[in-house]
């Protein structure tokens, strides 16, 4: 059960990666401040989703439910405050971004890939 869960997680970091991309190549046209904005929202979804899995899928014990939902619960807050630290430094430190178009790139990496995989056939893993 567990191995099957951590290849949803990779395929779905696989696909965000990708959207990242093209969300980025769909703001080039549109000058530097937004694909700066685009590259933050995209960027600090990648890594916090991707601090999370590691944190989640790393070594799993089936006979402890208990520590495996804990450390969901503590990974899940974490993620949120990373996202917040790397929003805030973003903001504090970079000139220009644009509020919407960060926002937009963090929404659309962390939703439309999900949905994506969700339609995906499965793929065996033995």
């Avoid at 997680?9 to 694909?35: D, H, N, T, Y």
């Avoid at 990496?109 to 994506?116: G, H, N």
Wanted: glycine content about 4%; overall charge positive; hydrophobic content about 60%.
């Amino acid at each position: 059960m567990h191995q099957r869960n951590a290849f949803q997680a990779r395929r779905i970091l696989k696909l965000q990666m990708i959207f990242a991309l093209v969300a980025l190549a769909i703001a080039l046209p549109f000058g530097a401040s937004i694909v700066l904005s685009a590259l933050v929202g995209a960027g600090s979804c990648l890594i916090a989703n991707a601090m999370f899995a590691a944190l989640v899928f790393r070594a799993y014990r089936a006979q402890e439910p208990a520590r495996l939902v804990l450390r969901i619960y503590s990974a899940e807050i974490l993620k949120l405050g990373m996202i917040l630290a790397l929003f805030t430094i973003a903001f504090v430190t970079l000139d220009g971004l644009n509020l919407p178009t960060l926002v937009g790139a963090y929404l659309a990496v962390q939703v439309i890939p999900t949905l994506v995989a969700a339609q995906l056939p499965e793929r065996s893993t033995k």
